[in-house]
C-alpha cells in the first residue's frame, strides 16, 4: 500500500448536507439514495470535460454518508468559485424539484482532498458554516471567500475581464440578513438552457413547497417557510421586472401566480 503523503493546497470547498438523508436510509429509498449522489457526480464530470487535463486531476469530489464534500483547485484554471457555483445551482434545481433539500457552506483555504481522504483548515471552516451558521436549507458563503477568488483570478485578465467574473460571481449569490451570502437558488434563469424550462422549474418547485409548509415537523416547515419567502422575494422581483419590460409583460401575471400565499 503506498504512502500517503498529505500535503496541502489552497481550494475552494464546498460541504453539502442533504437535509431528510436519515429517513431516506431508514425507509430503504435506495433510488432517492442513487439519484442524490449521481446528481452530484454527473454534474461534477460535466464540467471536468470542459476543462484541461490539470483541472481535471484537482477537481475531488467526496460521499460521506449524508454529505458531499467538492473541492475545486485556486491554482489551475481561472474561475473556480464560479464553476462550483454554477455545479451546485445545478444540483440545488434538479433536487429541489424532487422535494430534496440541501444545506452548506463554502470556504477558502487549506486542504487536501484526495478521493475519499480530506483534512485541512478550508474543510472544517466549510463544515462549520454548514453546520452551525447555514441553519435553512441554503449554501453559504462569506464575503472574504468571494475575494480570495477575486484575488486568484489571472492577472493577465484585464480588470473589465475581472469586473465581469465577479459580476457573474455575484449574480449566483443573495446577500441575506446575517451578512452571509447564499446561492440565490430560484434567481438562476441565465443557468436553465432557455426561459420556458426556467419557469417550468418554478412551476415544479411551488407545490414542492406548498406541501411541506404545513408539514407535522415542526423543524421541516422552518425549513419550507424560508424557502417559500425566498421563492417568493424571487417571484415579485421577476413580476416587477416585467412590468417594465414590453417584450416579457406577458410573463407578468405567470411569475403573480408563482407567489406563495
Not at 454527473?42 to 460521499?63: G, P, W
Request: hydrophobic share 40%; net charge negative.
Amino acid at each position: 500500500m503506498d504512502e500517503i503523503e498529505i500535503q496541502y493546497e489552497d481550494k475552494f470547498v464546498a460541504f453539502v448536507d442533504i437535509l431528510g438523508f436519515k429517513n431516506m436510509v431508514i425507509n430503504n429509498e435506495i433510488d432517492k439514495i442513487t439519484m442524490i449522489t449521481r446528481a452530484f457526480q454527473e454534474r461534477v464530470l460535466i464540467n471536468k470535460k470542459d476543462h484541461d487535463i490539470n483541472f481535471d486531476k484537482n477537481v475531488e469530489i467526496t460521499s460521506i454518508s449524508d454529505s458531499i464534500i467538492i473541492s475545486y483547485p485556486a491554482s489551475d484554471y481561472n474561475g473556480q468559485l464560479l464553476y462550483l457555483l454554477l455545479d451546485l445551482i445545478y444540483i440545488q434545481l434538479n433536487l429541489l424539484s424532487k422535494g430534496i433539500l440541501l444545506r452548506g457552506g463554502i470556504s477558502f483555504g487549506e486542504v487536501y482532498h484526495k478521493g475519499n481522504i480530506i483534512v485541512g483548515p478550508a474543510y472544517l471552516d466549510a463544515y462549520a458554516l454548514e453546520h452551525e451558521i447555514a441553519i435553512y436549507p441554503r449554501i453559504i458563503l462569506n464575503e472574504s471567500v468571494i475575494n480570495s477568488s477575486i484575488n486568484n483570478y489571472d492577472p493577465v485578465h484585464s480588470s473589465s475581464d475581472s469586473k465581469e467574473y465577479l459580476n457573474h460571481v455575484l449574480s449566483c449569490l443573495h446577500r441575506c440578513e446575517d451578512g452571509f451570502y447564499c446561492i440565490d437558488i430560484f434567481n438562476q434563469e441565465q443557468e436553465c438552457d432557455d426561459l420556458a424550462s426556467y419557469n417550468e422549474l418554478l412551476s415544479k418547485v411551488k407545490p414542492v413547497i406548498e406541501l411541506n409548509i404545513s408539514n407535522k415537523d415542526i423543524k421541516v416547515q422552518q425549513k419550507y417557510n424560508w424557502l417559500k419567502n425566498q421563492f417568493n422575494r424571487v417571484m415579485r422581483k421577476l413580476r416587477l421586472a416585467c412590468s417594465h419590460d414590453s417584450d416579457y409583460k406577458v410573463y407578468e401575471e405567470f411569475y403573480s401566480s408563482l407567489i406563495i400565499e
